[in-house]
């Protein structure tokens, strides 16, 4: 089942590095920047709220900490540890509302993200000394010359970088238990999951992700402004394109992104203002047809096709074990 | 020095005092039952010595430590599993991948893990549903996946929730065998159980009755069934005065 998933995304990267040796068209490639970058952004997501089952819409925080943190370091400090600076800082962010929060059930860590990249949205709009408040504040190009297409690879890089994360997480201990936590949290507690631990970890993982693709786009765009980055629309977006790929898989967030970038800038250019009408209304079919996303749906159908029908189990447990069991004395410690 | 130990341990939610002033031991390799009516305070006791509820009075011992105070997740590091009492399965992931999960606790390699949640499974007769998804499975199964998933863990002790309840006896007794092999591997195990007492007299070497959160009998099986508070506990008085006559 997971094999599969690897060569499709094997095949969209390769196409992916492929792309600028043919085209170079700096409009074609910004748009397929911005799909790649959501598409980062989403598997960082989805390793929360896809395999952990933590839904998180304050995803804009970290990606506008990676921001921020590039844009208003890098005149101390130079770029590159700018960014690891942002790094860094949206790391802590993830740690403060995670060990806040994770270690309640419900809807509070949900609550919590929301409210977090709220404060840290009105903080960037207060502080004009600091942030340069609403008028917002420049950033730093990563790469002067050759600009778009050296940000077209950096992109399609982290999302690879993004992608296989997710795969070793996927057949790793760390994700079982991610996993677990998402199926049944007193289960995972009962096997002797730490189960805040691992929340927190995945967290931070995917805070860093997201922040150095805060940095990249921010830097792509050279000037950025509270609204854009820590604004509701863009976790709302991060969250959005991995439920609707399939969260919880490997390629969700990845076809996604591909096909919801691809329809909302194809809607932008044929209906003009009504593109946020189709779009609204393509994601409501989704979620009413394709529950699961759309790569979890193609998963069960395709497994289903693929397996022999079950056996009927449940109503003839196999007599094996219960047969051997009368050889066996037991040793009766003798209790007062 | 006895496996578990549990020391006037009592547990109050707002007014109702679920358990109140219980103690009990078991040795290694001991299978014990804890016996009592719906709402005796078996669950509550199971939870209070894996860390889920904290215990408002009283003292828990298990293998030297003081458990008294520890989260459900350090409890199972120490060696106490447990099964639940509403099946809890993680309904997407297959019967071998709940299973391995329990083995996990010992090993990080997912190819280990495997090889022992098959071998656990094997001793629960569940190989041939092994690659099957958990969600839509029966309740016979549900239940020995419940223990499997324990069993995975390496227990020194193992915690069986009403394992048996809701089983059509035969299924029931068929368990109670496979349980009753468990001393083979090391592991001591704690049943609460309301009625099913085929098994109880089965398997049970030690019988603790729990009526409204307090200990009314302790012993052998047969002994216990016949002391006259536990049938009070169960049928009411007048059958007590029934067994006086």
């Known amino acids: 089942m997971k094999r599969p998933q690897v060569m499709i995304g094997a095949v969209i990267f390769l196409v992916a590095l492929l792309i600028p040796v043919f085209l170079r068209n700096d409009y074609f490639l910004q748009v397929i920047f911005r799909l790649f970058l959501f598409a980062s952004l989403g598997l960082a997501w989805n390793l929360v709220g896809g395999y952990a089952g933590q839904l998180s819409l304050g995803h804009a925080a970290y990606f506008g900490v990676g921001a921020y943190g590039l844009a208003l370091l890098s005149p101390s400090i130079s770029p590159l540890p700018a960014i690891v600076a942002g790094v860094v800082l949206a790391m802590i962010s993830a740690l403060i509302i995670g060990s806040v929060s994770f270690r309640l059930r419900g809807p509070y860590f949900c609550l919590a993200t929301i409210a977090f990249t709220e404060v840290l949205r009105l903080i960037a709009k207060n502080l004009p000394n600091v942030t340069g408040g609403d008028v917002g504040t420049p950033v730093p190009s990563l790469f002067p010359r050759n600009t778009m297409v050296s940000f077209y690879y950096a992109c399609v890089g982290l999302t690879i970088v993004a992608f296989a994360l997710s795969y070793w997480v996927e057949r790793s201990r760390f994700g079982y238990y991610l996993m677990a936590i998402r199926e049944d949290e007193d289960t995972a507690l009962s096997v002797g999951v730490n189960t805040a631990r691992v929340k927190l970890w995945a967290l931070l993982l995917s805070a860093a992700i997201s922040a150095l693709a805060g940095a990249l786009y921010a830097s792509l765009f050279l000037f950025i402004v509270p609204d854009q980055m820590f604004g509701v629309e863009v976790s709302v977006e991060i969250a959005i394109l991995p439920m609707l790929g399939g969260a919880g898989t490997l390629l969700g967030p990845l076809v996604g992104s591909l096909v919801l970038e691809t329809a909302s800038e194809v809607f932008k250019n044929i209906f003009k203002e009504a593109h946020l009408l189709i779009y609204g209304v393509l994601v409501v079919l989704v979620v009413l047809f394709l529950p699961e996303g759309i790569v979890g749906t193609l998963m069960r159908k395709l497994s289903w096709f693929k397996s022999a029908p079950p056996t009927p189990f449940a109503s003839t447990p196999s007599p094996g074990p219960v047969e051997e069991s009368k050889r066996v004395p037991l040793p009766q410690p003798t209790s007062e | ?245």
Do not use: C
């Not at chain 2, 569940?126 to 016979?140: D, E, S, Y």
């Not at chain 2, 995975?152 to 006896?169: M, R, W």
């Open chain 2, 1 to 245: 020095m006895a496996l578990l130990e549990i020391k006037n341990v009592s547990k109050r939610f707002g007014g109702l005092k679920a358990v109140s002033d219980v103690s009990m031991s078991i040795e290694t390799g001991e299978i014990a039952f804890i016996v009592g009516p719906n709402g005796a305070g078996k669950t509550t006791l199971f939870n209070l010595i894996t860390g889920v509820h904290q215990a408002d009075a009283g003292q828990i011992l298990f293998d030297g430590h003081d458990i008294t105070r520890l989260s459900p997740d350090r409890a199972a590091k120490l060696g106490i599993g447990r099964t639940f009492q509403i099946v809890k399965p993680l309904r997407n992931l297959t019967v071998l991948e709940n299973t391995m999960l329990g083995a996990f606790l010992h090993t990080s390699s997912p190819a280990v893990a495997e090889r022992e949640a098959a071998k656990v499974l094997q001793f629960l007769g569940m190989t041939k549903a092994m690659h099957l998804p958990a969600r839509g499975m029966g309740l016979p199964m549900m239940k020995r996946l419940e223990i499997a998933r324990a069993l995975a863990t390496k227990p020194k002790l193992i915690l069986l929730d009403e394992v048996v309840a809701g089983l059509p006896t035969s299924e029931a007794l068929k368990l109670a065998d496979l349980l009753k092999r468990l001393p083979e591997w090391g592991i001591a195990a704690i049943g609460g159980v309301e009625h099913v007492m085929q098994v109880v007299m089965k398997i049970a070497d030690l019988v603790v009755v729990l009526d409204h959160g307090v200990k009314i009998a302790e012993g052998k099986p047969q002994d216990v069934v016949h002391r006259p508070e536990v049938i009070e506990a169960y049928l009411g008085p007048k059958y007590k005065e029934l067994l006086k006559k």
